[in-house]
């Protein structure tokens, strides 16, 4: 068994430690202070402690949950930072620059694409990160610290955390939930929590439970077809929960909560891109009071789905706008390794005989 991570230790757990190592709880934020802020390399590094208490953390704990192998991308663009696990598994998180299209007001922000688990149970039918299955929950240490791994490695503060990597979070939302708590607490990175969004394919009492949550965190629905005649032949967790029940969901959510809801919409040329479905999910939008990003399809190697021409995803976000929706398209390229998140991963994995090859759908 490999040693903790640090970045999976909560102030408290810490105190509980500090405590039982005969030591006084002040060392708490301070040993904080050197992982979190000053994003030291080494325990060695934390020249305010006692040699005695740095060996002794150094013997307990390891510093990172992650070690970077491979940088995709460059500063002024979207950076995808590939990690290898202590179990010799692989994760991925991207780091996207100020995006106004997407982002809307918060255009001037950096947005961290964080994920939640190696590979996933849901089998979308268009998705890289579903391609392989699932394999583990990633733990807390491993959600938390890809947030400060990429703020080492780019040495730039993250503003907004986006759940939207690979995995599904509300498969894993416990694990979730305590990285959130360690991210947004003001002794790490004081993060807040309306700067988070958690993104789901759907899990409809993982939804209910989350909108009970105290803290403020945003939430997008991967909704991808507006009736389960369309949904179900692409997301296999609509026979699970179809879209009545999600938006009886929605509208819990909505009855606790006073951020607006997204609705993510992958455009798949030939599959959901009927200009009805545009109509219906206008329909449910401002039922719901919640934003509708549109997203052209980014092609995933060994599947066969493509984006419909940039005009026909103009007029299905116009049938949105002209019904009331705010509706966001992007179409800009050169930001393709957004949200295909999972790729990087399954080529690693594949090339090293982890995993068998991918296979068509
Ligand atoms: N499991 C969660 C979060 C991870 S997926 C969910 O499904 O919401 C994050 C987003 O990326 C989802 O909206 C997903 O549908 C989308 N996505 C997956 N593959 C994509 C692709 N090839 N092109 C564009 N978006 C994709
Ligand atoms: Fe899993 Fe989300 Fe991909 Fe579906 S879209 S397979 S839920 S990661």
Not at 57 to 64: E, M, N, Q, T, Y
Not at 168 to 173: K, S
Not at 197 to 225: K, M, N
Request: net charge positive; charged share 20%.
């Amino acid at each position: 068994m490999a040693a903790p991570a640090i970045t999976g230790i909560t102030h408290e757990a810490l105190a509980a430690w500090l405590k039982e190592a005969g030591e006084p709880a002040f060392r708490g934020d301070q040993i904080l202070e050197w992982v979190w802020k000053k994003k030291v390399q080494s325990f060695d590094a934390m020249t305010n402690l006692p040699a005695a208490l740095r060996s002794r953390l150094a013997d307990s704990f390891r510093l990172s949950a992650l070690s970077h192998t491979q940088t995709q991308g460059s500063a002024d663009t979207t950076r995808k930072f590939l990690f290898r696990l202590h179990d010799g598994r692989y994760v991925e998180s991207v780091l996207i620059p100020a995006n106004p299209a997407l982002y809307g007001e918060q255009s001037d922000r950096r947005t961290l694409c964080v994920s939640s688990q190696v590979g996933c149970a849901y089998g979308c039918k268009f998705c890289a990160s579903g391609l392989a299955g699932f394999t583990r929950n990633l733990d807390p240490s491993e959600i938390a610290g890809q947030v400060l791994a990429a703020e080492q490695l780019s040495g730039e503060r993250v503003d907004n955390l986006v759940f939207m990597g690979m995995g599904e979070p509300l498969a894993n939302l416990d694990h979730l939930l305590a990285a959130v708590t360690l991210i947004t607490s003001s002794k790490t990175l004081h993060l807040g929590a309306r700067h988070l969004t958690i993104s789901t394919s759907g899990l409809v009492p993982q939804i209910r439970q989350l909108a009970e949550h105290p803290q403020q965190i945003r939430l997008a629905i991967s909704l991808h077809g507006a009736t389960d005649e369309v949904r179900q032949q692409i997301m296999p967790i609509n026979r699970k929960w179809p879209v009545a029940e999600l938006f009886a969901a929605l509208d819990f959510w909505n009855s606790r909560k006073n951020q607006k809801l997204t609705l993510e919409y992958i455009l798949i040329a030939g599959v959901n891109d009927a200009l009805e479905q545009a109509a219906i999910l206008a329909r449910h939008a401002r039922r719901l009071h919640s934003k509708v990003n549109l997203i052209p399809y980014n092609t995933v190697d060994g599947l066969d789905w493509k984006r419909p021409p940039d005009a026909h995803c103009r007029a299905f976000r116009d049938i949105l706008k002209n019904a009331g929706v705010s509706a966001t398209l992007r179409l800009e390229k050169g930001h393709d390794i957004d949200a295909a998140c999972g790729q990087l991963r399954l080529k690693q994995e594949t090339e090293e005989g982890i995993i068998a090859p991918a296979p068509g759908r």
